[in-house]
């Protein structure tokens, strides 16, 4: 069970705010872990202006590397804050970036130029001529001598006080990419296919990303005086550990800043979920054997001796640090049945409750028989992905489904597919004899528009629209696969997402207010939502929060009385296997049937336009997990099932 989306608090007892302290660490770099990437960003502008203050002091500039990105966003923000409310100047700053992409236009939507301006430096007073950045227009053979100069200006101002770092999920600093050497110098770089397919969003496809940028190498960036390097979500976690806890290796040039003598690291609870002290906090310090803790250190023990819980021995837990645990329980036999039944218990075929059983060890109530369910779909088609074995069950068990589709998922869709649509509905209307010219010159626009749209380039309210009810059809015919009655599906089209651009706006009340509606209207038993962390920054994230704080505002009117919050994943991670509450099998022709279902999402399949760097298609994402969720079950020796939907509930 989880009481909050963000966790404010730790296994070591730490209270919000504060970074975590532990008794032996694994680190190798100093860390420090916040609840959100909020705090942590606080934290780390307070440690900036501070830098800037004291230089102000002594008459003296300020010379701070910057980088680009999500990652920094939050700190710039919060700077700017300072800036307005607390009167923090950038007069006597001088800033060198990072990097930017080769070729590229200082006006162009993806530049770093414009980004940096958005920003920070539109917003604060820092004199326009005191910050650099890569010259993405220079000629190629001009840019050795634009990078040598790029670093000897650096050291004009005294080298680096201060240097900001995101890291990329294979590790790189700048766009020093796996195999850049501790040494190399300012220069350009091939990009990585991660890395652009990580950017390939911003550029409308990874056709139209640049391979190559110019980027501040390693030494210049080691050479600062003070390196703080910023990460947060879930997907930045085993990169994460790799950079602290492994070895310095050009594969991870992130691992480099071991060798630097003032370096920190600033991760969210999330980024930081692979570290040593949280995986195995027993291993750090002394840890309370609270029920959550025993269940994650008993499947853990198994997992990591490939033995089934039920066969692990009083040596084994002696021999991998948890003799204080047996002391405290007594022998390995009671903990590993407690365990093992703990885990069984999460298994269920009946994810509404199974009617006219005992239901003291089932995940659900038996009661109300027939229950009003409330799947919330982030985006048009998660609903099938993430939990289509049990929104198929949920129906045929007789309960009254709905689906309530957050956005309208529409900047997912392709420019080609736009033109198929409206070409249809003019061949259509031709065919019938409806005379629509309105229809005719939406096409026409349209089509006249895509042709010549630049990769980076916004579509038109029209061509928009026509993705949104590209993806609504989508989901329409998902709905009616299931077989619940179309009414069911209610689309919110919640408004922060409808920017056209990958960029969304904040949450807002109007977000909030839609959500709000559904729940009113259906009155749910069982509400499910995508609780996927892994990108904070992310609409599944977004589209959570609004839940959150929807139900926080409802919870109190009397149908909510009796309504059970059940979180399931997105398709980029599942639970870990100790926090699953509910456990949802599947047999291989229902695994069949869930793929099939999410064939209806065919604007989503054969290479779509937000691939990141998981080539593989939805289908064989969700199949692929829900396989290992049923194979971890079965390792730790519960029965061996095909496949297995996952859920934790949150309890409000
Ligand atoms: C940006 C840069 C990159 C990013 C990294 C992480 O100037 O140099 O190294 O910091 O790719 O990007 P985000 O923060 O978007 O995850």
Not at 381 to 395: A, K, N, P, V
Request: with cysteine.
């Amino acid at each position: 069970m989880i009481s909050e989306p963000s966790v404010s608090e730790n296994a070591l007892g730490r209270q919000p705010g504060e970074p975590v302290q532990s008794a032996i660490t694994y680190e190798k770099i100093p860390t420090h872990i916040y609840a959100d990437a909020k705090d942590a960003s606080r934290a780390v502008a307070r440690e900036i202006a501070a830098l800037i203050r004291e230089k102000q002091q002594k008459g003296q500039q300020c010379v701070l590397g910057l980088a680009t990105g999500s990652s920094p966003k939050t700190v710039y923000a919060e700077l700017i804050r300072q800036h307005r409310e607390e009167g923090l100047s950038f007069r006597n700053v001088v800033s060198f970036n990072l990097d930017e992409y080769y070729p590229m236009e200082p006006d162009s939507l993806q530049s770093y130029v414009r980004f940096m301006k958005e920003q920070l430096f539109d917003h604060v007073d820092i004199p326009e001529g005191n910050y650099f950045i890569p010259d993405g227009t220079v000629a190629p053979n001009k840019v050795l001598e634009f990078s040598r100069a790029y670093e000897e200006k650096i050291q004009s101002y005294g080298g680096l006080d201060f240097q900001l770092l995101g890291i990329g999920g294979n590790g790189h600093i700048g766009f020093n990419e796996p195999g850049s050497l501790i040494n190399s110098h300012t220069r350009l770089m091939m990009l990585d296919h991660s890395t652009r397919a990580a950017a390939a969003g911003d550029f409308g496809g990874l056709a139209q990303t640049p391979k190559k940028a110019i980027t501040m190498g390693v030494a210049p960036i080691l050479s600062a005086k003070r390196i703080v390097l910023l990460a947060w979500g879930e997907r930045k976690a085993p990169v994460i550990r790799a950079a602290l806890e492994g070895t310095v290796t050009e594969q991870i040039p992130a691992s480099y800043l071991q060798t630097h003598p003032n370096a920190l690291f600033v991760i969210d609870q999330a980024a930081a979920s692979d570290l040593t002290r949280m995986q195995t906090p027993w291993l750090v310090d002394t840890v309370e054997w609270d029920k959550q803790m025993v269940k994650k250190a008993v499947t853990y023990l198994s997992r990591t001796l490939g033995k089934p819980i039920l066969k692990l021995t009083n040596k084994d837990y002696n021999d991998n640090g948890m003799s204080d645990l047996l002391a405290q329980v007594g022998q390995a036999y009671d903990l590993n049945i407690d365990v093992f039944n703990q885990l069984q218990h999460t298994i269920t075929g009946w994810p509404g409750g199974k009617p006219n059983a005992d239901d003291t060890n089932r995940p659900e109530r038996a009661q109300p028989a027939r229950k009003r369910c409330l799947i919330f779909s982030p985006h048009p088609d998660d609903d099938i992905i993430s939990m289509g074995g049990t929104f198929q069950r949920l129906h045929d068990q007789g309960h009254e489904v709905h689906v309530g589709y957050q956005t309208s998922g529409n900047i997912a869709v392709a420019d080609d597919e736009a033109l198929r649509f409206a070409d249809f509905v003019v061949d259509f209307n031709d065919k019938f004899g409806i005379d629509s010219p309105e229809a005719t010159r939406i096409f026409r626009d349209a089509a006249a528009f895509l042709r010549e749209k630049k990769g980076s380039e916004m579509d038109t309210e029209e061509v928009r629209y026509v993705k949104g009810l590209i993806r609504k059809g989508e989901a329409k015919a998902t709905c009616r696969f299931v077989g619940i009655p179309v009414e069911n599906a209610h689309f919110l089209n919640m408004p922060f997402y409808e920017t056209g651009k990958v960029e969304k706006k904040p949450l807002g009340e109007e977000d909030i207010q839609a959500v709000m509606d559904v729940i009113r209207e259906v009155k749910p038993h069982q509400i499910y939502a995508a609780g996927d962390l892994a990108d904070p920054h992310g609409t599944h994230k977004v589209c959570l929060d609004a839940i959150f704080e929807a139900v926080r505002r409802l919870k109190n009117e009397d149908f909510m009385k009796d309504c059970w919050v059940w979180l399931y994943r997105g398709a980029w991670a599942e639970w870990d296997i100790h926090e699953i509450e509910m456990a949802v099998p599947m047999s291989p022709d229902q695994l069949m049937r869930k793929r099939l279902g999410i064939f209806k999402h065919q604007s989503q399949k054969d290479g779509v336009v937000y691939q990141g760097s998981d080539s593989r298609e939805f289908w064989q994402r969700a199949e692929e997990r829900n396989r290992a969720t049923a194979s971890l079950y079965n390792q730790l020796g519960l029965a061996e099932y095909e496949a297995m939907e996952a859920f934790v509930r949150w309890k409000y």
